[in-house]
């Protein structure tokens, strides 16, 4: 990691309508990190980043962190990545 760098935290905050056939994936202590597609495919939530064009027109979105770290964004680190249930 370059040591010219500075630590920002950050939140991320949302929700989708997700299908209530979809299973139910849970991590081991039992909360909601993601859920099972039909054909056994598992989606989870992760973070990434919005790239928006100089002049406003084009996005791109990045994934991966040695993208990310090309772009100067290193040393990603999250770990509280999980879905709630709004009753």
């Known amino acids: 990691m370059d040591d010219n760098t500075s630590v920002y935290d950050f939140e991320v ?4 309508n ?6 139910l994936h849970e991590s081991w202590v039992g909360e ?3 859920f099972r597609l039909p054909d056994g ?3 989870r939530p992760i ?3 919005e ?3 100089a002049d406003g027109t084009k996005y791109e979105y990045v994934t991966d962190e040695s993208t990310m770290s090309e772009m ?3 040393g990603l680190d ?5 879905f709630f249930a709004v009753v």
Not at 13 to 16: A, K, P, T, Y
Not at 18 to 23: F, K, V, W
Not at 78 to 82: A, N, P, T
């Open 47 to 49: 973070v990434g980043l």
């Open 51 to 53: 790239v928006e064009s």
């Open 72 to 74: 100067g964004f290193e």
């Open 13 to 16: 905050q949302g929700s989708f």
């Open 32 to 34: 909601v990190v993601g």
């Open 41 to 43: 495919r598992l989606v």
């Open 78 to 82: 999250y770990g509280d990545v999980r």
């Open 18 to 23: 997700i299908r209530n056939n979809l299973e």
